[in-house]
């Protein structure tokens, strides 16, 4: 019971050493890239444009991962969050909503993307469905409904304004990875400085004393499926005017990246605690890695198993770092212990 | 009592509003895409014959490709009035499949068409058509035994490669070029198919003494395509030549390259789809040709089940029955001759 009371409640302290930490492995991901192709970066300008393409490449993704981090951090998971963005992506280019412009085709994907959150939502918290299963149904009942819309076609973006989206630029940055950096400092701000992102915590940490303390842990619950749904909806955009298409099997696995990156960042896969900062970091480290096997033209089967190995280094650092904290505070609040 | 509050009603009339505008966005006009066999003047076979039942399975992948094979089959089977075809769904899987041929093999038709979701997974299934007296024509993916079908036709993988590497060699030849250096995006790169496309590859630019330079495999999906394209250019800031396997993973290829303002290459396309060989025929991107593996082999196989159904053999080949085996040609389509095959374009 003592040791119960004496666990450390996560800092803002220790949130930054592990964002430190995923610094260092970003870091030491690069200086593998320069002394295995010295000639790439002894070009500032490949330097420079490769940057910008590993931000760019991680923008629909790390969209996509804020959600989630949500989604995580309430105690919940988003398996179909793959399947909204095919299902978003799919609806806006169909030809008849393509006549409505780009303002219809955004407005689409967006529209869709909240309700298909909306439905995992009222699922989940007033049909209490276990968010594993109701979203994994979803999944499922998404990319076939997209594969119905699509007629298993790959659907052509003709609409000038969305697809250059993914090649303009402002101020010298793709304005995809302007879109990536709102959407981190909006979910920042939320997550940090709203009640929603403290009931956010509190609902994932204990629901029973969530409810207690006044929150509507159903509405809120609810309402971070509708989030997560809705930066799908973001993504699907991008992602559609990146391949200057959609299809139903589009942003496949997205669900598994996003979920991982979540956890390199920080965030308990049991709710309760997690940071946006964390999650970008933890997208960025996977974006890295795929341009590095790249640039050495290694094998993706390789790739897909350093990143395991990094999801349970990630995880395995989190436990030991815990543990031995708690160790350390009950030797100072208990002498007897030693 | 349940209150309506003035907010609740119009979030919700909203929703409706919404929801109304958005069904009504669903509908794509299906292009008129099939390919098929029209031309029957002075061809005995085309005449009328008896009639034949000829019974259809294709799994139903979200690929262009698979779709465009059902499409074909069904367009290829309305031209004969001495046809009728049935349809079964083939489901999600092979036993899935397995059990909706069951259904079909009891209907008794006179020919069974099937693209297997993989052969040797219904290699049992072929078999037990046959022994039942229907004969079953093979679509792409080939039965193990051969007494599990009467007629196999399909594409040719590694011919595919071949010709890629083939029409890559010949013009770094022309262009000089000594030491090129040549990226490739395959498809799934776990599939016997993408191993047999690279295989052939391989050889064809062994014979130039050129070599890939570097792979990037993506999932036969636009956005798979534009990722690994992406990280393809990265790789390489001067390229000679790329070959992407699939056309429509191409989409996102060619996305990514106007993406990076790169045009410094030639590429060199797979499948020949009716986008590509419209890129190809206006000449104003990177994308130079591409190497059919027509999903037209299903209107063939139509016609061919006909001709088995009424004991007919090929009207140019002395044989009086329907071959056994046919393996289409893969060929390379450019600028050149593209106007010949944009009917061919799925």
Same mark, same amino acid.
């Given at each position: ?21 995923? =610094? ?34 991680? +923008? ?24 909204? &963005? ?5 609806? +806006? ?39 594993? &299963? ?22 052509? +973006? ?49 629901? /029973? ?7 509507? =842990? ?22 559609? +005017? ?12 997205? /669900? ?7 956890? &390199? ?29 790249? &640039?050495?033209?290694?094998?993706? /089967? ?37 | ?27 794509? %006009? ?14 005995? *076979? ?46 999600? %899987? ?43 024509? $093979?679509? %792409? ?15 040719? $993988? ?43 590859? *391989? ?42 396997? %699939? ?100």
């Amino acid at each position: 019971m003592t040791a119960r009371t004496a666990l450390p409640r996560r800092t803002d302290n220790d949130q930054v050493l592990r964002n430190l930490g995923l =610094v260092g492995v970003l870091a030491a991901l690069v200086v593998i890239g320069i002394v295995t192709r010295p000639e790439l970066y002894s070009d500032p300008a490949w330097v420079r444009n490769n940057i910008l393409t590993i931000l760019q490449q991680a +923008s629909a993704i790390g969209v996509v991962t804020v959600g989630m981090t949500f989604v995580i951090i309430g105690g919940g998971i988003d398996l179909s969050v793959g399947a909204i &963005i095919a299902l978003a992506g799919v609806w +806006s280019t169909t030809l008849a909503t393509q006549a409505y412009g780009a303002a219809g085709m955004i407005f689409t994907a967006l529209v869709v993307g909240l309700a298909v959150g909306l439905v995992n939502g009222v699922l989940i918290a007033y049909g209490k469905l276990v968010s594993f &299963i109701a979203t994994l149904a979803m999944l499922v009942s998404a990319r076939g409904l997209a594969a119905q819309i699509s007629g298993k076609q790959t659907q052509v +973006s003709t609409n000038d304004t969305i697809n250059s989206i993914a090649s303009s630029r402002l101020i010298g940055i793709p304005v995809l990875v302007w879109i990536l950096a709102a959407v981190v400092v909006a979910g920042w701000v939320l997550l940090n400085r709203t009640t929603f992102g403290r009931r956010t915590v509190a609902v994932g940490g204990n629901p /029973e004393a969530a409810r207690l303390a006044g929150i509507d =842990v159903k509405r809120h619950t609810m309402l971070l499926f509708v989030l997560s749904g809705l930066c799908c909806g973001i993504a699907a955009i991008m992602l559609t +005017s990146q391949a200057t298409s959609a299809q139903a099997a589009m942003a496949n696995l997205y /669900e598994l990246d996003a979920i991982a990156a979540a956890i &390199i960042g920080g965030t308990l896969l049991s709710g309760g605690r997690g940071t946006i900062v964390g999650a970008l970091f933890g997208v960025l480290v996977f974006s890295t890695i795929t341009n590095l096997f790249a &640039i050495n033209n290694l094998a993706t /089967e390789v790739q897909n198993m350093v990143k395991g190995g990094i999801i349970v280094a990630a995880v395995l650092l989190q436990q030991f770092r815990y543990r031995s904290l708690t160790n350390l505070l009950r030797r100072r609040n208990d002498p007897d212990i030693s | 009592m349940i209150r309506i509050s003035r907010r609740h009603a119009l979030l919700g009339g909203a929703t409706i509003g919404a929801g109304v505008a958005l069904t009504a966005c669903t509908s794509n %006009d299906p292009a008129d895409t099939a390919q098929v066999k029209t031309d029957t003047s002075g061809n005995a *076979n085309a005449a009328t014959g008896p009639k034949v039942v000829i019974g259809f399975s294709a799994p139903a992948a979200d690929h262009g490709w698979i779709a465009a094979i059902t499409n074909n089959a069904k367009a290829q089977a309305a031209q004969y009035s001495d046809v009728e075809l049935r349809t079964v769904e083939a489901g999600a %899987d092979a036993a899935a499949q397995r059990a909706a041929l069951a259904t079909l093999i009891a209907q008794k038709p006179n020919v069974i068409v099937m693209l297997p979701h993989d052969g040797k997974e219904l290699n049992a299934t072929g078999l037990e058509a046959m022994r039942a007296g229907i004969p079953v024509v $093979n679509l %792409d993916r080939a039965f193990p035994s051969a007494a599990a079908y009467r007629l196999q036709i399909k594409g040719d $993988n590694y011919g595919m490669g071949l010709a890629a590497g083939q029409y890559i060699g010949e013009q770094l030849k022309a262009k000089g070029v000594s030491n090129p250096i040549i990226g490739e995006i395959p498809g799934i790169d776990s599939l016997e198919l993408t191993q047999e496309r690279t295989a052939g590859l *391989n050889a064809a630019l062994a014979v130039y003494g050129f070599k890939v330079a570097n792979r990037r495999p993506a999932e036969f999906t636009a956005d798979s395509g534009q990722a690994a394209a992406t990280a393809l250019l990265q790789a390489l800031p001067k390229m000679d030549a790329l070959w992407n396997h %699939d056309d429509d993973q191409g989409i996102g290829v060619l996305a990514a390259v106007k993406q990076a303002n790169r045009g410094e290459f030639f590429m060199v396309g797979g499948a020949g789809s009716k986008t590509a060989i419209e890129a190809i025929t206006k000449d104003d991107s990177v994308l130079k040709a591409t190497v059919t593996y027509s999903p037209s082999m299903a209107s063939s196989a139509i016609s061919l089940a006909r001709l088995i159904g009424q004991g007919k053999g090929m009207s140019d080949l002395v044989e009086l029955q329907v071959p056994k085996e046919i393996t289409l040609a893969s060929e390379t389509i450019t600028k050149d001759n593209a106007s010949k095959y944009a009917k061919l374009g799925f």
